[in-house]
């Protein structure tokens, strides 16, 4: 028990941590984002329909940052699926699994991005 | 270990869920914001690798466009209106080699001066008509002014914009709705025109039918006892029936129109239902785009979380205003601002279904003029520049961060959104409060007519406070050139 909590609290801290890295990511200030893959690069059309306007390029905006999140893939795409707070739902009659895969992808990728 | 997995996710609901509605907004002109001097370091703004920016205009009033004469000289509209119901002399401006200015002509008070282009000898203006209706002016280049066609209803929340020439040798200009969704509202009396046009309301392109739906409200210095029922389409103050229709004309609200470059015969319809179309321009290949700022969180039918848009423009469309937001239709469920009623939709009938968006831009990040890229020299041929001047949070609703303030490129085959340019810091922000000498708010963009620069019009500092209050900043405003200097790698 003492484990898991002490788990918890070490995510909990180093997702507060991350609040406090930048989120830009990609041109200009960091290394074009590898958009080589296919899913990746169908990831970032996704994207752009769907979570761009509220998070700019993974920045903050209307919502949060996404980019220096440490969140598990899984845990984006529950989000997605769920929704949080004012973050509306997306169901796969939006965004099918496979697209919400590839965008996962992306966002994986465009977190990765190194400072130029 | 299945207690901790357990426990991750009421970790990220207590850190993600709830924040949007506790945390303050911390829009751009929000906070400290740097009021009292501008300084200049291109250095501070990020760029492509092999590209370099340069200040080749400052202490400018509001400038909002530039365009080339025929002997490729720059010039500069200066728009002689700000919201905060500054109102000025507006000008166009020559930039001499060195960046003096030099007057070519003066307006009266009745901007904003929101665009310019010079076509067959002579500049084409796009006058806002805050004070007295939108104009399309001719200027000659020793500064004669020739009104084209006058009384466009522009006197609201947005204004006569454009213009520019297709291929067809016809003169395309836009005007914006005067409110938010369609309802005039103590948000608008707040902008300081419902006090000067009591009567003014949004006015439709071809005859429409409303759900006869009504709001109620309460101008600020009422008491609250003293409420008005207003509809859509309609003065404040008067209530509207179900199946009422309103007969549409032209020229009308949130609509792309074109008309001869020698005036003398009334303006045609291109397409409507949008919401500001502030940037228009052709691409390479003939195609009309526009950009249109999104819908705010203010007045009697708030609507939350819609996007600025890029469209293509077909002809006789209908994109949308006042009952969808980027192709999706207000059903009762979506855009509902925190905590309150979704809006409604108030047109009984749609003219069509909205097309798609060619790219969806922030929310509140006022996505604004824009150019195409047509030369390898400069690179990104074919992609669409946006100067995005940014949000005016929190009067038009509560951001994060600031949101815009930046140059964008879009690839208008793929809708695919890519930072052009934009200040260095750990956010993206305005120099005034990030303390740096980098943009404030890009208006405009324009290539240079070899294509090989591109011209930012910065619009000068614009500090926000509580509500509608806005406090922009005269002699801040500066054109910035960016050039390619290193070829590809």
Avoid at chain 1, 24 to 51: H, L, T
Avoid at chain 1, 83 to 91: D, R, S, V, Y
Avoid at chain 2, 286 to 312: A, F
Wanted: hydrophobic share 35%; with cysteine; proline share 9%.
């Amino acid at each position: 028990m003492k484990r898991c909590f002490l788990l918890s609290v070490g995510f909990f801290l180093l997702l507060m941590l991350s609040y406090c890295g930048t989120a830009r990511r990609g041109v200009p200030m960091f290394d074009p984002v590898d958009i080589e893959n296919q899913a990746v690069a169908q990831g970032e059309k996704v994207y752009m329909s769907y979570c761009q306007k509220c998070h700019p390029g993974g920045e903050a905006g209307l919502g949060p940052a996404i980019n220096n999140k440490p969140l598990p893939g899984a845990m984006i795409k529950f989000q997605v699926r769920n929704g949080l707070g004012m973050m509306p739902a997306f169901k796969e009659e939006v965004i099918p699994d496979e697209e919400l895969d590839n965008m996962v992808a992306y966002l994986k990728t465009l977190r990765k991005a190194k400072e130029e | 270990m299945k207690t901790s997995l357990r426990l991750l996710p009421l970790l990220l609901l207590f850190v993600l869920c709830g924040c949007y509605r506790i945390l303050p907004s911390n829009g751009g002109g929000q906070g400290s914001i740097r009021t009292e001097a501008r300084p200049i370091n291109p250095d501070d703004i990020a760029l492509p690798a092999g590209y370099s920016a340069e200040a080749v205009a400052t202490g400018l009033t509001f400038p909002t466009a530039v365009a080339f004469d025929e002997q490729g000289r720059l010039h500069v509209l200066e728009a002689g209106y700000s919201y905060g119901e500054v109102f000025l002399e507006p000008k166009l401006l020559r930039v001499e080699p060195g960046g003096s200015l030099t007057t070519v002509a003066t307006g009266i008070k009745n901007g904003p001066w929101t665009g310019v282009t010079f076509h067959n000898g002579n500049f084409y203006v796009a006058e806002g008509g805050e004070m007295l209706g939108g104009k399309i002016l001719r200027i000659s280049p020793d500064g004669n002014i020739t009104s084209l066609i006058e009384d466009l209803p522009t006197m609201g929340d947005h204004h006569t914009n454009g213009p520019v020439i297709g291929a067809d040798g016809m003169l395309y200009f836009s005007l914006g709705t005067a409110t938010n969704s369609g309802v005039v509202g103590p948000d608008n009396y707040d902008y300081g025109w419902l006090e000067r046009y009591p009567d003014f309301h949004d006015i439709p392109c071809q005859d429409i039918v409303l759900v006869g739906r009504n709001y109620t409200s309460n101008l600020p210095p009422e008491p609250k006892s003293e409420e008005h029922v207003t509809g859509a389409y309609s003065p404040y103050g008067a209530a509207t029936t179900p199946g009422q229709v309103i007969e549409g004309r032209i020229p009308c609200s949130g609509a792309v129109l074109r008309m001869l470059p020698e005036g003398g015969a009334p303006p045609e319809l291109v397409a409507w239902g949008f919401r500001n179309p502030f940037g228009l321009a052709f691409s390479p290949a003939g195609q009309l785009y526009v950009s249109d700022n999104g819908y705010d969180v203010r007045g009697s039918r708030p609507v939350w979380g819609t996007g600025d848009y890029l469209w293509e423009v077909e002809q006789g469309q209908w994109y949308g205003w006042p009952d969808y937001s980027g192709g999706l239709a207000f059903n009762g469920d979506r855009f509902a601002p925190p905590g309150e009623e979704p809006p409604q939709p108030i047109l009984a009938q749609h003219p069509n279904k909205p097309p798609k968006p060619v790219a969806t831009l922030g929310v509140h990040s006022s996505s604004n003029g824009l150019d195409f890229s047509r030369s390898d020299a400069f690179g990104f041929k074919g992609q669409v520049f946006v100067a995005q001047f940014g949000d005016l949070a929190p009067g038009v609703g509560k951001v994060l961060a600031p949101v815009g303030y930046k140059v964008l490129r879009v690839d208008v085959e793929s809708g695919v959104v890519t930072e052009f340019a934009a200040n260095e810091g750990k956010i993206v922000a305005p120099a005034s409060k990030l303390k740096n000498g980098g943009f404030e708010r890009p208006i405009s963009v324009k290539f240079s007519p070899d294509g090989e620069s591109l011209y930012v019009v910065d619009f000068g500092i614009m500090e926000t406070g509580e509500g509608e209050d806005i406090n922009p900043v005269v002699k801040t405003g500066v054109i910035w050139k960016i050039t390619k200097t290193k070829p590809s790698l």
